[in-house]
């Protein structure tokens, strides 16, 4: 089993900042990325947008064509914990966001996923 721990959601006024914290654990000896997705309003979570992902195998970075160059994802292996660094936030950022973990960046829809965080952006 494995569990996924994510903080740091709250309510930020638009052009602020918040970072997400995600903290793994159990049996995590056979993934190898972990990243983001998320949820906006009305939309199903099957629906969620990849938001940011890192395969720490090659240092491979990815990220959703929404939040480049506002968005940076990071991860402290010896705390087996990624973070995602969001600044300039935007309304249309206000979604739930789920941390997951998988074999790869490509597949990361299909690993775990922790519970959700909630991010809302006032304009």
């Known amino acids: 089993q494995v569990q996924l721990v994510e903080s740091g959601g709250g309510l930020v006024q638009a052009g602020g900042s918040l970072r997400l914290s995600c903290a793994a654990s159990?049996?995590?000896?056979?993934?190898?990325?972990m990243g983001w997705f998320r949820q906006a309003p009305g939309k199903k979570r099957q629906n969620s947008e990849f938001?940011?992902?890192?395969?720490?195998?090659?240092?491979?970075?990815a990220y959703g064509d929404s939040v480049k160059g506002r968005f940076t994802i990071s991860r402290e292996s010896a705390k087996n914990t990624v973070y995602l660094q969001m600044n300039s936030l935007k309304p249309e950022d206000t979604a739930v966001y789920y941390c997951n973990l998988g074999d790869d960046i490509a597949t990361l829809y299909f690993g775990s996923w922790g519970q959700g965080t909630q991010v809302t952006v006032s304009s």
């Open positions: 938001v940011a992902g890192v395969d720490w195998r090659d240092g491979d970075i």
């Open positions: 159990g049996r995590t000896r056979s993934t190898f990325a």
